[in-house]
């Protein structure tokens, strides 16, 4: 049995996701996103406290993009996955990991505006920059879809993948601090991808959401 240690509106959403696409046995253990996740007894399946925790076969593992890899060589190598041999590989790594460098930013915007709940903690020069930087994420994904060549539907050539997954819930993060109004190629691509059956079964429900704002705009002093 697989079993995901999750929070609502985090990373973990990523490999919750990516469990409804692969359409395998698991089941999903959810802990609130608070100091719960610094007790010995979480910090044994994950030492930094942070989810995704997962545990397989008497193993775990944590990592986002070490999971993703891990699940996709083991359950679909060739559908949600790119094996080596593929030609699309290389590009499948590089989208895979580039979801956590949206992350980073989504992160630290959460934190100015939803951890951090006193006006005088928060940095308005965080939240700005912060905001500029997954806005140059953005640049990257619209290059990507937006080719001389093609209009790409997905990240890969080849077609939809665990790479459309990583980036697209990064993107689903992020978008609670940056717009994709001058992403024009972007906003189709997570219009496209948000509506998979998979992607909508691992929203959260409104009981446990994180964030209680659809849009944060960045904080004037």
Excluded at 18 to 46: A, G, T, Y
Excluded at 115 to 139: F, G, N, Q, T, W
Aim: proline share 6%; charged share 25%.
């Amino acid at each position: 049995m697989i079993t995901l240690h999750h929070c609502p509106q985090s990373r973990s959403m990523r490999t919750l996701w990516l469990l409804l696409e692969l359409d395998v046995p698991f089941q999903v253990v959810e802990h609130p996103f608070d100091k719960s996740l610094r007790r010995p007894e979480f910090l044994s399946l994950s030492p930094a406290g942070r989810v995704p925790a997962l545990e397989i076969d008497g193993e775990r593992m944590f990592e986002t993009g070490a999971i993703t890899e891990y699940l996709c060589e083991r359950f679909s190598p060739d559908r949600l996955g790119r094996s080596a041999s593929s030609p699309d590989r290389m590009a499948w790594l590089v989208w895979v990991h580039f979801a956590e460098t949206i992350s980073q930013h989504a992160a630290a915007l959460t934190q100015q505006h939803v951890v951090l709940y006193e006006d005088h903690m928060r940095s308005p020069i965080v939240m700005k920059l912060e905001a500029a930087r997954l806005a140059k994420c953005y640049d990257a994904i619209e290059a990507r879809l937006s080719t001389p060549v093609e209009q790409r539907d997905y990240l890969l050539t080849s077609g939809f993948s665990a790479a459309d997954i990583s980036v697209g819930q990064a993107v689903y993060m992020a978008r609670h601090f940056a717009r994709l109004d001058n992403h024009p190629a972007t906003a189709r691509w997570f219009d496209r991808i948000s509506e998979r059956p998979a992607f909508q079964s691992s929203l959260p429900t409104a009981e446990s959401r994180l964030y209680d704002q659809d849009y944060y705009p960045a904080w004037e002093a």
